[in-house]
């Protein structure tokens, strides 16, 4: 699988982390950070975008994962420890 798709996800990574670079001169981004690409993995957690890149089998299943994060986030700030949430799939 990363055969496949290193090629693939290694060019569209190269163009997300450019479109989200340093502006060109004349841009209007903003104060002097420089964002940085992280790409949400199975496990739930992030990776850089060049590790995503060389090893983009870690994203395979990112739909689920990050569902599950982002209802626990959402739970958590609506005051709740516990939650229960629904992935109608479709991502993966």
């Known amino acids: ?5 290193v090629p693939l996800m290694g ?6 982390e450019r479109a989200a670079g340093p502006p060109k001169p004349g841009g209007r981004r903003r104060g002097r ?7 949400m ?21 990112s739909g689920p994962a990050g569902g599950v994060v982002s209802a626990r986030a959402v739970a958590r700030l609506a005051g709740f420890e516990q939650a229960i949430s629904f ?3 479709g991502t993966s």
């Not at 950070?33 to 790409?39: A, D, K, L, N, R």
């Not at 199975?42 to 395979?60: C, K």
């Open 1 to 5: 699988v990363n055969a496949y798709l």
């Open 11 to 16: 060019r569209y990574l190269r163009e997300v």
């Open 33 to 39: 950070h420089q964002p940085q690409v992280q790409v």
């Open 41 to 61: 993995q199975s496990s739930g957690g992030t990776i850089s975008a060049r590790i995503a890149a060389q090893q983009p089998v870690r994203t395979l299943l």
């Open 87 to 89: 992935d109608m799939g």
